[in-house]
């Protein structure tokens, strides 16, 4: 394959998965968004060493830039969604009498 026809997988198989993303995403009920936020901390997670091996082994300025902006975002969608459960664990936790 050329570097054209790569370029082109890789964009088919980007909006593909974004559109199934979506659509999935869409339709999961509002009990189960917490647990899911778990499993997309965990993707993220994992998008962070990911990104952070690609940049490493990058040559171009282009590739480091696309990795420095992966880790940044997944950075931030981990960062939130350890913010919203540990918002969502206070709820749970019993409150002291006051005296």
Partial sequence: ??????LIVSLTIFALA????????SR?????HTPL???TN???GIIIVG?????GASDSTLQK???FVAIVFATVNVVGGFLVTDRMLEMFKRRKPEE
């Fill in 1 to 6: 394959m050329t570097g054209a026809e790569t």
């Fill in 18 to 25: 974004a559109f199934l993303g979506f659509e999935l995403i």
């Fill in 28 to 32: 999961v009920p509002t009990l189960l």
């Fill in 37 to 39: 936020m778990s499993g």
């Fill in 42 to 44: 965990a993707i993220s």
């Fill in 51 to 55: 990104a952070i091996v690609a940049g």
């Fill in 65 to 67: 830039a696309l990795a």
